[in-house]
């Protein structure tokens, strides 16, 4: 029997700015992902710590990785096994953020010189080198194939991927009321060569406005001090909640 919570079977993997990544001594195939309380912000230059953000973020996860497992679209999410950890399937994250903008904001504003909240006349899905030291920076499609990071039959699958995973989540978000601004995506692979969705999905990597009043609900309230960080997870967690309710 697999001895999941056995502190003594797990040995450290990986430590990122908001993550433990844990991987199973008698079952190399799983790790346990463990949700620091930890926030940072602009490359890890700030950096603050929230009691109860772990749990927040694990239960989201959990919810929405779930809710796109289900939906068909493969994760590598397994189980909650406590308030801060998911079990998961260890893959080898590609070196790539997938990056999808439903509204302008943040670095896309900068970047272009357009105001923050420009409606798009399509949706954009980008691409960044996963790499902190160069800063993240986009890549094209080109260079990604070019550079080996990815073939292009894989990237045109987590393209597609990509597009069902906002879809879903744009009409989840719809529905409480919340705009999906934008959101980071990270895949991974599998020893067998299987893609998965990996990674988080919560509100330290999207972007969430209210409809009506335009407030952040995500970690802009951190970044730019726009609020209480752990307030608005909360409120989006209830929401949340309601819509785990009606389905």
């Not at 080898?92 to 990056?99: C, K």
């Not at 896309?108 to 800063?135: P, Q, T, W």
């Amino acid at each position: 029997m697999i001895q999941i919570h056995d502190p003594e079977n797990r040995e450290l993997l990986y430590e990122g700015k908001a993550k433990k990544v844990y991987i199973l001594k008698d079952d190399s195939s799983r790790v346990v992902m463990y949700f620091k309380n930890d926030a940072t912000a602009f490359n890890n230059q700030k950096k603050d710590e929230f009691e109860g953000k772990g749990e927040l973020n694990c239960w989201f996860s959990t919810l929405l990785l779930k809710a796109i497992d289900d939906l068909g679209i493969p994760t590598h999410f397994l189980e909650r096994i406590s308030d801060r950890e998911i079990l998961a399937l260890r893959v080898e994250i590609v070196p790539l953020e997938v990056i999808v903008r439903n509204v302008a904001a943040g670095t896309f504003c900068k970047r272009y010189g357009v105001e923050s909240g420009m409606a798009l006349k399509n949706h954009i899905i980008e691409f960044c080198v996963k790499d902190d030291d160069l800063g993240d920076p986009p890549i094209a499609r080109q260079s990604i194939t070019a550079l080996d990071l990815m073939p292009l039959h894989e990237l045109r699958y987590i393209t597609e991927m990509t597009e069902d995973v906002n879809k879903y989540l744009r009409a989840i978000f719809y529905s409480i009321g919340l705009t999906l601004v934008d959101f980071k995506l990270e895949f991974g692979r599998a020893p067998d060569g299987k893609i998965y969705l990996a990674d988080e999905i919560t509100p330290d990597t999207m972007r969430l406005w209210d409809h009506k009043t335009n407030e952040s609900l995500d970690k802009d309230l951190y970044r730019f001090e726009k609020g209480d960080l752990l307030a608005g997870y909360r409120e989006v967690k209830r929401r949340l909640a309601r819509w785990q309710d009606t389905i």
